[in-house]
């Protein structure tokens, strides 16, 4: 990869505004995502303006890494995320739900006594102080919506690929009793695949 080349979509920007990666120009060659780059699927969501960039590109990675089957990428950051794409390369949609970090939040300030805690694997399903009690209720929830998702997912799609990626897709993958392909660094790789797609079909 060229290192005087930044591939930067706008959605990793954060508090950064886009006009002080301009000002880089022309030390350094930026590139910014947007929904009018060429992808390699076509886009069937319902509210195609709405669907991130973020999204889009986990979906382009997974079609051109993963070609002529079906693919379901699960984005294990600040949200949850699940994203299908068909073995036609339709983008087909799927779900939003928080992250684990959000979880904890949730339970911490929309009560009155509930501790703000750090993730930790549960000792028990069945949590015998309230701390236990929580870290049960996040982790094993959340295993278990995952592990539901691909269940359902693979119920009704035959020769499907399982991507897991994000900030805690590790700390998931070694607890999930289905089988996926574990990648943390899936969306700088999608990136990458994506920015060279779009090069080759623009």
Known sequence: MNSQIAKISSWQMGNMKKEAF?????????????????????????????????????ASGAVLAYPNQNRLVIDAGTCITYDFIDNNNNYLGGAISPGIRLRYEALHQQTAKLPLLELKYPNHFIGNSTNEAIHAGVV???L????????????????????????????????????????SNFL??????????????D
């Open 22 to 58: 301009q000002q880089m120009i022309p030390a350094v060659k930026c590139h910014f995502v947007t929904r009018e780059w060429t992808f390699p699927f076509e886009n069937k969501y319902a509210s195609p303006e709405t669907l991130g960039i973020d999204r889009m590109v986990l």
């Open 140 to 142: 094993q929830g959340l």
């Open 144 to 183: 278990h919506e995952v592990d539901g998702f691909i269940a359902q997912y693979q119920s009704e799609n035959s020769n499907i690929t399982i991507i897991l990626t994000g900030g805690d897709a590790d700390f998931l993958a070694k607890r999930l009793k289905n089988t996926i392909f574990a990648n």
């Open 188 to 201: 700088l790789e999608s990136l990458y695949k994506t920015f060279q797609y779009q090069i080759n079909n």
